[in-house]
């Protein structure tokens, strides 16, 4: 039973009331659970109503209202609060009987750090070669986490059925990663090991997550670099035929595998030849420009998705013994990101509006070197890589009038003295300079550009130059090769060579976006939203929490806590595809080898592909007037403004109010054109929008409820008086994962708290 | 800037296309191509009209979706980039830009100027891989040294990110730029040696079967090719195929 009332807010005993006090009206939902328990959701409508003005009995006849006319504005008020509660209904529609989260459990198994990983292998069920032919998997999407997992599980014999918005799984965004990929091979003899990996990981996550996930992680990587090498992925190598490594941030090691500055493109064409040759015996079946729309949960398992298929708009119902999502970040809820633009978050949190829990959504990373946003047009922004930093240094002018002149156009950045220049993460992080991690070089920036000494048009942007390596690097091949070290013109071109060897993709795109030449005059770059942390809460089989749904690669929150370091999100993608769940999914499935194929014509499926209709129905057929482009960027601009590289309380409540007013104007004022059964690229994004318009929400309350500054969640309440972040472990030690409410501000935290047995708790300091 | 747009519309793959005219004020020289229409798009749809179905997603090079015809040449005027790496300064103000999908037998158009290149898709799957099984324990990554010049060559090949401009810009449709990337990749690493003939045979086989046409060494597919694949590729290609015909 559900029901929406409404009632006065009362605050003490209602004898204590006399009748001539102002009480706010509330709307009340109210909803009978299956086990006996009930849920009562109050919200207030902001009008306030008289205790005499009040009629309690108000439905029991057509012409009476909650507020009584003896109210001089009676008709207004109770307008107002019918409207609410028509919102509030919207909210509910979908509501299903909520399952109090029982299993909420991590799962991590026993036994010593560097024994849980092997130790669960060899405890884990396993299936049968001739069972798993008999089961059937959904992956949605086909990024490095996706594409891997498909490649692999189908190897094992598992029938695959994988599922991308692209034309091709070869497009997923995990293309464009650049740097490179981390691996604990110590190849360089420079003292790495997994240990190392994993107490940098540690570290770099500012202590918010999982050991026993970051160490199997670590584990791992190593296997990920040989599974590579072996699929014909072709990483950077020196003369002597062996693989090349460089450095990223937050490190002291060089243990980064790449191929030049396109290594998210090489692996995923490795995970993508991988998946073909399944695909070519018949154990993937692809289903490209496909968007799942919604989890289908039969009794109390994960058993389908319904998607669309972008071409036609026909609604599918897929069924499987399990569903693994794999669908990435959800970066495009700022709307400008390093994100594609068909990047979302639908398909998780879909899953989590059917129960499963989503975890710290508002670890967002930042990532400090991308071309800074030059008008309203535009549309996406574009990273720069970091290993730029390995040789670029960072700095903005030391005197504010000359930032000035440099932003006006009077004077060159190589024209200004090098006494002139604040190199300011050589000044403040000596240690690690210019290679500190991404939320400290992101907030470093952010500071000198609120302080004035930004160097665009628009005050946001810091140079990074390589000026000074483009010498070091000349002079060397100079003397290498007998050449003349002080003939400057010659080193400088020497030089360039060896860094256009290095980054000449990434120099070549900053040129085409800006026009400028970042080999004469240094780049301007400026911190962008690049990748999220935050994500669906799993377990250590990476099982959310509704049991048979899975979330791998960047979907999941599992492995890079409040910050991500560089060249991770490549290692985490392929380990939980390669070597994570194929091992752990099985324990799972062995309970379902006698099932038999799931039918897609039980009653959940089809109500489920009703809702869907519905919703498409509603916004192809609302007669607004805004496109979908209008709310998505106002929801960005919203997040980015209150919730960005730095949060303070009253920014983030103004946020959460913002976003809930935001989201009935865009069910009010929504235009989709075009029609809903073809090629329809604006209801596919108006169908993705509505869903960030509610996560936004979520992420806003996450910031709020975190009273810490951890990695890239930066609450200007909580810092030390050098600006640095401050953490709370005696009371944030904890990861936040969240149950859904269809009023997102009263969604329940649940709280999984952190032990650190093998890393001792330090304040993180990169000086 | 002011522009005017002649754009290819066609509603499905069944039904005939036309060029529709338009036109577009206000258009900054710092705007990417994708960009522009994006603000075409927004003033279709203020019109109430169905908005210009294109392909893209990432916007900076890299995933291959976008794919237009721009002035008669794949990716527009600029060379060695992409469609969304296009940007309007390369335009004047005044200036007829024509329009159109990618065109080729084998590309149908679903709408608009969005085509299925799926069959690039099932070229790979008939033998653009190396069969390796997913274990844990192959051999160590360094164990087999690499001669970095065709480390170098490999990974140029394999830079190629499947948009089709080779196809599209070649008059006889030929995918040979594309396959020859694939097979000399492997062909170039001690990994992909092993299944190197079965390889190459069945790549060429399907290409034929997908109705992509034959190679008469224009060379139009290399100076339209955003990432600069070299026709040498297609020359190893041919050496490839020879060599595994005369092995059969």
């Not at chain 1, 204590?16 to 939902?29: A, I, S």
């Not at chain 1, 990074?464 to 690097?473: N, V």
């Not at chain 1, 859904?740 to 890393?759: M, T």
């Given at each position: 039973m559900k029901k929406i009332?409404?009632?006065?807010?009362?605050?003490?005993?209602?004898?204590?009331?006399?009748?001539?006090?102002?009480?706010?009206?509330?709307?009340?939902?109210?909803q009978k659970l299956d086990d006996g328990k009930h849920k009562v959701v109050k919200k207030s409508t902001g009008v306030k109503c008289k205790l005499k003005d009040w009629d309690s009995d108000w439905h029991k006849a057509e012409n009476r209202h909650p507020i009584k006319s003896t109210d001089s504005n009676y008709l207004e008020k109770n307008r107002i609060i019918r409207n609410k509660s028509i919102d509030l209904h919207s909210f509910i529609k979908d509501l299903k009987p909520l399952k109090n989260i029982s299993s909420f459990n991590s799962k991590v198994p026993n036994g010593p750090l560097h024994l849980k990983w092997s130790n669960h292998k060899n405890d884990v069920r396993l299936v049968s070669p001739a069972n798993k032919r008999n089961i059937d998997i959904i992956v949605v999407g086909t990024g490095l986490a996706g594409g891997s997992a498909c490649a692999t599980l189908a190897e094992q014999g598992y029938n695959v059925k994988a599922f991308c918005f692209q034309d091709s799984s070869r497009r997923a965004h995990s293309i464009a990663a650049q740097g490179g990929i981390n691996a604990a091979k110590n190849y360089q003899g420079d003292g790495d090991s997994v240990y190392r990996l994993f107490y940098d990981t540690i570290k770099g996550g500012d202590y918010r997550s999982r050991e026993s996930n970051v160490y199997r992680l670590a584990e791992v990587?190593?296997?990920?670099?040989?599974?590579?090498?072996?699929?014909?992925?072709?990483?950077?190598?020196?003369?002597?035929?062996?693989?090349?490594?460089?450095?990223?941030?937050?490190?002291?090691?060089?243990?980064t595998f790449y191929a030049k500055g396109q290594t998210g493109q090489q692996l995923l064409l490795g995970a993508y030849s991988a998946m073909n040759r399944q695909v070519a015996r018949g154990k993937i079946e692809m289903f490209t420009r496909h968007e799942m729309m919604d989890i289908v949960v039969v009794e109390g398992k994960a058993r389908g998705i319904i998607t669309r298929n972008l071409i036609t708009g026909e609604?599918?119902?897929?069924?499987?013994?399990?569903?693994?999502?794999?669908?990435?970040?959800?970066?495009?809820?700022?709307?400008?990101?390093?994100?594609?633009?068909?990047?979302?978050?639908?398909?998780?949190?879909?899953?989590?509006?059917?129960?499963?829990?989503?975890?710290?959504?508002?670890?967002?990373?930042?990532?400090?070197?991308?071309?800074?946003?030059?008008?309203?047009?535009?549309?996406?922004?574009?990273?720069?890589?970091?290993?730029?930093?390995?040789?670029?240094?960072?700095?903005?002018?030391?005197?504010?009038?000359?930032?000035?002149?440099?932003?006006?156009?009077?004077l060159k950045p190589i024209d200004?003295?090098?006494?002139?220049?604040?190199?300011?993460?050589?000044?403040?992080?000596?240690?690690?300079?210019?290679?500190?991690?991404?939320?400290?070089?992101?907030?470093?920036?952010?500071?000198?550009?609120?302080?004035?000494?930004?160097?665009?048009?628009?005050?946001?942007?810091?140079?990074?130059?390589?000026?000074?390596?483009?010498?070091?690097?000349?002079?060397?091949?100079?003397?290498?090769?007998?050449?003349?070290?002080?003939?400057?013109?010659?080193?400088?071109?020497?030089?360039?060579?060896?860094?256009?060897?290095?980054?000449?993709?990434?120099?070549?795109?900053?040129?085409?976006?800006?026009?400028?030449?970042?080999?004469?005059?240094?780049m301007m770059i400026y911190p962008a939203v690049h990748y999220t942390m935050g994500g669906l809460w799993v377990d250590y089989n990476l099982m959310t929490t509704i049991p048979g749904?899975?979330?791998?690669?960047?979907?999941?929150?599992?492995?890079?806590?409040?910050?991500?370091?560089?060249?991770?999100?490549?290692?985490?993608?392929?380990?939980?595809?390669?070597?994570?769940?194929?091992?752990?999914?099985?324990?799972?499935?062995?309970?379902?080898?006698?099932?038999?194929?799931?039918?897609?014509?039980?009653?959940?499926?089809?109500?489920?592909?009703?809702?869907?209709?519905?919703?498409?129905?509603?916004?192809?057929?609302?007669?607004?007037?805004?496109?979908?482009?209008?709310?998505?960027?106002?929801?960005?601009?919203?997040?980015?403004?209150?919730?960005?590289?730095?949060?303070?309380?009253?920014?983030?409540?103004?946020?959460?109010?913002?976003?809930?007013?935001?989201?009935?104007?865009?069910?009010?004022?929504?235009?989709?054109?075009?029609?809903?059964?073809s090629f329809n690229e604006s209801l596919a994004k108006a169908l993705r929008v509505a869903d960030f318009m509610e996560l936004g929400e979520l992420f806003a309350v996450d910031a709020l409820n975190r009273n810490e500054s951890c990695g890239g969640h930066f609450r200007e309440e909580y810092q030390t008086k050098e600006g640095e972040a401050l953490r709370n472990d005696d009371d944030y030690r904890f990861v936040?994962?969240?149950?859904?409410?269809?009023?997102?501000?009263?969604?329940?935290?649940?709280?999984?708290?952190?032990?650190?047995?093998?890393?001792e708790l330090k304040s993180r300091s990169y000086k | 800037m002011k522009l005017y747009l002649k754009i290819w519309r066609q509603k499905n793959s069944q039904s005939k296309g036309k060029i529709v005219d338009y036109e577009i004020d206000d258009i900054s020289p710092d705007m990417s191509f994708l960009e522009m229409m994006d603000v075409l798009n927004e003033k279709i749809i203020d019109e109430d009209g169905d908005p210009v179905a294109f392909d893209h997603d990432c916007r900076e090079g890299i995933c291959g979706s976008c794919s237009m015809f721009i002035n008669g040449e794949p990716h527009g005027p600029d060379k060695l980039i992409t469609t969304c790496q296009l940007h309007m300064r390369r335009f004047k103000?005044?200036?007829?830009?024509?329009?159109?999908?990618?065109?080729?037998?084998?590309?149908?158009?679903?709408?608009?100027?969005?085509?299925?290149?799926?069959?690039?898709?099932?070229?790979?799957?008939?033998?653009?891989f190396i069969s390796i099984n997913t274990s844990g324990n192959t051999l160590d990554a360094n164990t087999i040294p690499i001669e970095k010049e065709n480390a170098d060559k490999a990974f140029d090949a394999a830079t190629c990110i499947g948009c089709g401009a080779c196809v599209a810009s070649c008059k006889n449709s030929s995918a040979m730029l594309f396959v020859s990337a694939k097979v000399s990749q492997f062909s170039l690493l001690p990994q992909g040696k092993v299944e190197a003939t079965d390889r190459v045979l069945n790549m060429v086989n399907q290409m034929d079967e997908e109705g992509f046409g034959n190679c008469t060494n224009t060379g139009a597919c290399h100076v339209e090719c955003p990432k600069g694949i070299s026709l040498d590729y297609i020359a190893k290609l041919n050496r490839e195929y020879v060599k595994a015909n005369l092995k059969k």
């Open positions: 009332t409404y009632s006065l807010n009362y605050r003490k005993p209602k004898e204590e009331y006399t009748e001539n006090c102002e009480l706010t009206v509330c709307v009340r939902y109210y990587s190593s296997s990920i670099i040989d599974q590579c090498v072996a699929q014909g992925v072709p990483f950077a190598r020196e003369y002597g035929g062996l693989l090349d490594n460089r450095s990223f941030g937050g490190v002291l090691v060089s243990r609604i599918e119902k897929h069924s499987a013994h399990a569903v693994v999502l794999a669908s990435g970040g959800y970066g495009n809820l700022f709307y400008l990101s390093t994100n594609a633009m068909g990047s979302n978050v639908s398909a998780a949190w879909k899953v989590h509006k059917k129960g499963a829990l989503f975890a710290n959504p508002s670890f967002t990373q930042i990532h400090p070197t991308c071309i800074p946003v030059s008008g309203d047009y535009q549309s996406k922004l574009t990273l720069m890589s970091e290993s730029l930093r390995n040789d670029g240094r960072i700095w903005v002018p030391k005197k504010i009038e000359d930032a000035k002149k440099i932003s006006e156009g009077t200004l003295n090098e006494e002139d220049r604040d190199y300011y993460l050589e000044r403040r992080y000596p240690a690690f300079g210019n290679l500190v991690p991404r939320d400290v070089a992101s907030r470093a920036a952010k500071e000198r550009c609120d302080a004035g000494y930004g160097v665009n048009k628009t005050g946001e942007a810091v140079f990074l130059d390589f000026s000074s390596a483009i010498i070091r690097y000349g002079k060397e091949k100079a003397l290498v090769k007998g050449l003349d070290t002080e003939d400057m013109d010659l080193v400088k071109s020497l030089g360039e060579g060896v860094i256009r060897a290095k980054y000449g993709n990434l120099f070549q795109m900053y040129e085409k976006i800006v026009d400028e030449n970042p080999y004469k005059t240094p749904c899975y979330a791998i690669g960047e979907a999941n929150f599992s492995d890079h806590g409040a910050n991500r370091l560089g060249a991770s999100a490549l290692m985490q993608g392929l380990a939980d595809g390669y070597f994570v769940l194929p091992n752990t999914i099985n324990d799972y499935l062995a309970d379902d080898i006698k099932t038999g194929p799931i039918p897609n014509d039980k009653p959940e499926f089809d109500e489920a592909k009703k809702n869907v209709e519905e919703k498409i129905e509603k916004l192809i057929s609302n007669k607004g007037s805004k496109s979908v482009d209008f709310f998505h960027k106002k929801l960005g601009k919203i997040i980015w403004n209150n919730c960005g590289m730095s949060r303070n309380e009253t920014d983030l409540k103004k946020a959460i109010k913002d976003i809930q007013n935001l989201r009935s104007d865009f069910y009010n004022n929504i235009k989709v054109t075009g029609d809903k059964n936040s994962a969240w149950e859904y409410n269809p009023i997102i501000e009263f969604s329940k935290l649940h709280k999984e708290h952190l032990d650190f047995e093998n890393v | 103000d005044g200036d007829t830009i024509y329009i159109e999908p990618f065109r080729a037998k084998a590309f149908p158009i679903i709408k608009d100027l969005v085509v299925d290149r799926t069959a690039f898709d099932r070229i790979q799957q008939s033998g653009g």
